[in-house]
């Protein structure tokens, strides 16, 4: 036993012999570039044997139970995920794997463990290369993305974008069948991709919201942050978990709500469990094992699921909720009463809906949240007689493509704002900043959006021989149309009449001025509809400040993440000079992709409320060492936020009489249109 531990850890520090001089602040003092070149590997080819040398020669000497003795549980985790190795309990590989599923996920969290324990990278990649060998391909990728976004070590590593490691969540079938045929005939393409279904179809106006690729890896990479089965004993607490899961959900539906009037359609309608669901879907998606999605028809009756649930067990889940709203408290398991009519409140409720293993009292509040998912993606198929593979509602990789999605989160979305209107509406003093007063709002720049083709590589859908490597692979690739705005800045004027520096929150709002209807929503109705654009800090000196805001600087964006060609060639330059790679913008991928910011408008122009809030930004501060940060972090980073005021305020709370916002000084507003000419290029 002593001497294969030996040889094992000789293997593997002998993979990074390249450094020696510069290095980050890695807390095993393994450079960046080595572990993004580990971490690369293992995602290249996914569901094919390894193809770096280094990495295989580690796979076959590495012993996870020898490596046990630094972790803090003593090797509890591995220990479990090795007898289910032993037994055979495993998923087989190429099945599917979902988080929904019970089963399915208890093992990808054992793997979460089992990584989240190593304390250096030649544990961690051993334990990484030996059960990439073991597992289920879909339930590795997801234990490991989990495991990078929250183990100390891959604080610098960049998770590949996730469409080109599983292009088949991604890409239509149709496009696959084409890729696979350019590979057979060795014949290089680049293949357009459409987005699913026809113009017969209403709903196919705003695929290109639900269907952005871009837009599925923010939403990804949020639930891997925040995900709803975490628990102190993964490392540590993540505060506010079920706000944020509010929040997030609420601005994508605010976000869907918005494209919906850019393309002049209805607003969506919410789902009730006891009416017919007007929306079906056809996914044109294949999993790896080609098996299809589930389809799903138009204007059918919501019916019980097998195996999920009856309709019942839903209606009785959501009025034990709508009960808690209109006592303003939860009942613990105990059943003690939790009080929820506070600021505190909304994130104790996210974690009952969602539901989250904070929920005070799972087996009575069930998880609507996930339980809906499930219930609507088996709606095509109840009673599993045509398929066995999950819908697209119940991979993160797809949700959003679904109209159902939208459907389901207006409803629970309409339960948090029942909640919010039970608390009390601030005060005149509440918001009062005072001797500040917002003189001036406008726009530099046009408001504008437009399509690009964007281009993504379709390599690792297909298989290979065994000796083949990384650059002897063929280009294919897909092209989809994507939605990008204009660059423009926020300029604003803001008055300081103190006589010393006031440190400030600047909070920016969009919210559509009128419904699909042409009318004008009222100041009440906007507020719940508005869209956060950006949230930072500035300190105002004495008298007049002139502020200019660049849409690329916005907290709550991020830059879209590099190809993985793109990754792999910066990384293996990076390890070739022997320079270290710092590619710690696109780390986070957390928010909304920038070029997402705004909404889509029109040919016409849509006509959107722009609000400026400017609050006292010492009291909004967490603790005094971050009033110089530039840059908010929007959705907090592993449970710690800069920002202490709740998610979307001040607009967060009904407003009695909107004459008090208006007459607030440090309050702005104006409004600007947003506009996209490229309908043509749309519908091609
Ligand atoms: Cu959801």
């Not at 990484?128 to 073991?134: E, L, P, Q, T, W």
């Not at 079938?173 to 590979?183: L, N, T």
Request: net charge negative.
């Amino acid at each position: 036993m002593k001497i294969v531990l030996l040889c094992s850890l000789v293997a593997a520090t002998a993979a990074w012999p390249y450094f020696g001089g510069f290095q980050r602040d890695e807390p095993d003092g393994v450079p960046t570039a080595q572990k993004q070149h580990d971490i690369n590997f293992l995602l290249h080819k996914l569901y094919e044997p390894l193809h770096e040398a280094n990495l295989k020669a580690l796979e076959d000497s590495f012993d996870p139970l020898a490596h046990t003795a630094n972790m803090p549980d003593g090797g509890v985790a591995v220990n479990k995920l090795m007898q289910e190795v032993k037994t055979q309990h495993l998923e087989e590989r190429h099945h599917w794997f979902s988080v929904f599923n019970a089963t399915q996920r208890e093992e990808a969290l054992l793997l979460v463990k089992v990584l989240l324990q190593c304390q250096d990278w030649p544990t961690a990649i051993g334990n990484a290369v030996y059960f990439r060998k073991m597992m289920n391909e879909e339930t590795y990728v997801y234990a490991l993305y989990t495991a990078i976004k929250h183990s100390p070590l891959t604080k610098h590593v960049v998770l590949p974008p996730l469409y080109e490691i599983m292009p088949h969540f991604f890409t239509s079938s149709e496009v696959i069948q084409q890729a696979y045929r350019a590979k057979l005939i060795e014949k290089p393409g680049r293949f357009n991709m459409n987005f699913t279904g026809t113009q017969n179809n209403p709903e196919h106006k705003i695929a290109y919201f639900g269907e952005d690729i871009g837009l599925s890896t923010h939403y990804i990479n949020w639930h891997i942050e925040y995900p709803f089965w975490w628990n102190e004993t993964f490392g540590y607490q993540i505060e506010r978990r079920g706000e944020n899961y509010f929040w997030v959900h609420h601005q994508l539906v605010n976000r869907f709500e918005a494209e919906r009037i850019s393309n002049h359609l209805q607003k969506i309608e919410k789902l009730h469990w006891e009416r017919n669901l007007h929306e079906g879907f056809d996914p044109h998606t294949s999993y790896k094992n080609g098996n299809p999605f589930p389809f799903r028809h138009d204007d059918i009756h919501i019916e019980d699921v097998d195996k999920v649930a009856e309709v019942r067990d839903m209606i009785v889940m959501e009025n034990r909720i709508r009960d808690a709203i209109a006592h303003g408290y939860v009942i613990d398991k105990e059943g003690n009463k939790v009080d929820i009519n506070n600021e505190h409140g909304i994130d104790i409720l996210g974690d009952i809906i969602e539901s989250c293993v904070y929920n005070p009292y799972n087996e009575y509040y069930g998880s609507l949240h996930n339980m809906g998912h499930m219930m609507l993606g088996h709606q095509g198929d109840p009673h599993a007689k045509y398929y066995d593979t999950p819908s697209v509602l119940e991979h993160y990789e797809t949700a959003l493509r679904d109209p159902a999605f939208y459907k389901l989160h207006k409803y629970i979305d309409d339960l948090f704002r029942k909640h919010k209107d039970h608390l009390k509406p601030y005060s005149q003093e509440d918001l009062l900043f005072p001797g500040v007063a917002v003189n001036m709002i406008d726009i530099d720049g046009p408001l504008e959006t437009y399509f690009e083709d964007y281009e993504y590589s379709l390599m690792n859908a297909m298989d290979d021989k065994e000796e083949m490597i990384w650059e002897d692979n063929m280009e294919i690739s897909a092209i989809i149309p994507r939605l990008r705005h204009k660059d423009f800045s926020f300029k604003v004027n803001i008055m300081n009449n103190n006589d010393e520096n006031k440190l400030s929150t600047i909070r920016i709002f969009a919210w559509p001025h009128r419904d699909v209807n042409g009318v004008i929503m009222p100041f009440n109705e906007g507020r719940w509809h508005a869209i956060e654009l950006d949230k930072f800090q500035k300190e105002l000196i004495p008298g007049e400040n002139t502020i200019t805001r660049k849409s690329s600087e916005s907290s709550v964006t991020v830059p879209d993440v590099p190809s993985l060609k793109s990754l792999h060639e910066q990384t293996e330059a990076a390890i070739a000079g022997s320079s270290e790679l710092n590619l710690d913008e696109f780390v986070s991928a957390t928010g909304l992709p920038n070029r997402l910011l705004i909404p889509k408008g029109n040919e016409a122009g849509v006509e959107f409320k722009l609000v400026v809030a400017v609050t006292d930004g010492v009291a909004d501060s967490v603790n005094d060492e971050i009033n110089l940060t530039t840059k908010f972090h929007h959705y907090g980073h592993h449970g710690v936020y800069l920002d202490k005021k709740p998610h979307g305020y001040p607009l967060d709370r009904r407003v009695p009489d909107e004459r008090l916002f208006h007459e607030i000084p440090n309050f702005g507003e104006t409004i600007v249109k947003v506009s996209n000419h490229d309908e043509h290029v749309y519908h091609h």
